[in-house]
Antibody, heavy 120, light 109 residues
Framework: QVQLVESGGDLVQPGGSLRLSCAVS????????MSWIRQAPGRGLEWISY????????YYADSVKGRFTISRDNAWNSLYLQLNSLRAEDTAIYYC?????????????WGQGTLVSVSS | SYVLTQPPSVSVAPGKTARLTCGGD??????VHWYQQKPGQAPMLVIH???DRPSGIPERFSGSNSGNMATLTITRVEAGDEADFYC?????????????FGGGTKLTV
């Protein structure tokens, strides 16, 4: 079954850290670029990070640069997002999404998301 | 930074045509993608590369892109089409590349 399954979301205090995972199945993970996209409660979509299929190219949104780190393990078919120095405004559902190397720039499959809540 | 502007809401009667717009500076030079998000669900791709439909998306969904405006058109609107819709592009600058989403349009049927 072709799917992306996020995990790792939790309630964390401001300044805390969290590691999100996205487990991939049903397709060749190494053929896809991947991104993390978040959605604050009642708000729109915000892209936060991209990683190429080899992991050699990475981009971040300014809102998370220096605090979040994206990585992937193609052998384990997994994508990760390390969240450090968390703030209340980081509270959101975090989605992983794939982007085909043959049809780039578009997210053709999304996971169901994992909720990160930052509060004291 | 690049900005995509969508109207917050659009209302349409069942069976009529809905036109959802996405404005951006010279957006016609970019590839625009559209996503539908129903309450409690993840977004789903409905139009890619301005006007192409992924497999499984009804022919009632179509897209266009020219000048400073991209448009998602839904004909013969059904109650099940009610959702939030987001447009998306990639934006490149000299030293950065990133994804931009519009603020979203809530389609009410």
């Amino acid at each position: 079954q072709v799917q992306l399954v996020e995990s790792g979301g939790d309630l964390v205090q401001p300044g805390g850290s969290l590691r999100l995972s996205c487990a991939v199945s049903g397709f060749s993970f190494s053929d896809y670029y991947m991104s993390w996209i978040r959605q604050a409660p009642g708000r729109g979509l915000e892209w936060i990070s991209y990683i190429s299929n080899s992991g050699s190219t990475i981009y971040y949104a300014d809102s998370v640069k220096g605090r979040f780190t994206i990585s992937r393990d193609n052998a384990w078919n997994s994508l990760y997002l390390q969240l450090n120095s968390l703030r209340a405004e980081d509270t959101a559902i975090y989605y992983c999404a794939r982007e085909s190397t043959s049809s780039p720039d578009v997210f053709d499959l999304w996971g169901q998301g994992t909720l990160v809540s930052v509060s004291s | 930074s690049y900005v995509l502007t969508q109207p917050p809401s659009v209302s349409v009667a069942p069976g009529k045509t809905a036109r959802l717009t996405c404005g951006g500076d010279n957006i016609g030079s970019k590839s625009v993608h559209w996503y539908q998000q129903k309450p409690g669900q993840a977004p789903m791709l409905v139009i890619h590369y301005n006007s192409d439909r992924p497999s499984g998306i009804p022919e009632r969904f179509s897209g266009s892109n020219s000048g400073n405006m991209a448009t998602l058109t839904i004909t013969r609107v059904e109650a099940g089409d009610e959702a939030d819709f987001y447009c998306q592009v990639w934006h490149n600058t000299n030293d950065h590349r990133g994804v931009v989403f519009g603020g979203g349009t809530k389609l009410t049927v």
